[in-house]
């Protein structure tokens, strides 16, 4: 596979090739993402609206509940995100030509990992202004994302 589009599946083999460009602006975000969920033993990173969305508090109605399960599981979930954020531009870095090949396995990781960069990015942006501003730079790039993260469900259901 030498065309840029969609993932595709070759038996057991999910493919496609990217861009340098593609590569960057995932590199960029996994790293910038990855780097705001590291410290969440931090005062400062529980403040950051990221954090905040990507490890939600599980009990919305009992905050002495949300925030026990929270002691307790926090940084386990963090560092498993911080894992697969990492994974990305690792396995671009690596991938010959541009393609990037993904084993069942892989591709779990990648569908996680680009939700947390959707939701991350919606959550700095503002996700009324990602849906809106489809010509903006943000904008694009969450349609791009979401549409990536599409084509790699598809794919892995083939």
């Known amino acids: 596979m ?3 589009g969609e993932f595709q599946r070759h038996g057991d083999v999910i493919e496609r090739r990217f861009t340098k ?3 960057r602006m ?3 975000l996994a790293v910038t993402t990855a780097s705001a969920l590291e410290d969440v033993g931090g005062t400062g990173a529980l403040q950051d609206p990221v954090v905040a969305r990507l490890l939600p508090a599980a009990y919305a109605d ?3 509940a949300a925030e026990e399960f929270a002691d307790a599981t926090r940084e386990r979930l963090a560092e498993g995100k911080v894992e697969g954020l990492r994974r990305l531009p690792a396995d671009l870095e690596a991938a010959p030509g541009g393609v990037l090949r ?3 396995d892989d591709a779990v990781v990648w569908l996680k990992a ?3 960069l959707r939701l991350a990015l919606a959550e700095r ?3 009324d202004e990602v849906q809106r501003g489809v010509h903006t730079p943000q904008g694009m790039l969450y349609a791009w994302l979401t549409w990536l993260q599409g084509s790699l469900i598809d794919a892995v259901d083939a």
Request: charged share 25%; no cysteine.
């Open 21 to 23: 460009s593609e590569r």
């Open 26 to 28: 995932i590199a960029n």
């Open 2 to 4: 030498r065309v840029l």
């Open 114 to 116: 680009l939700g947390d």
């Open 125 to 127: 942006v503002g996700i």
């Open 102 to 104: 993904l084993g069942p």
């Open 62 to 64: 009992d905050p002495v």
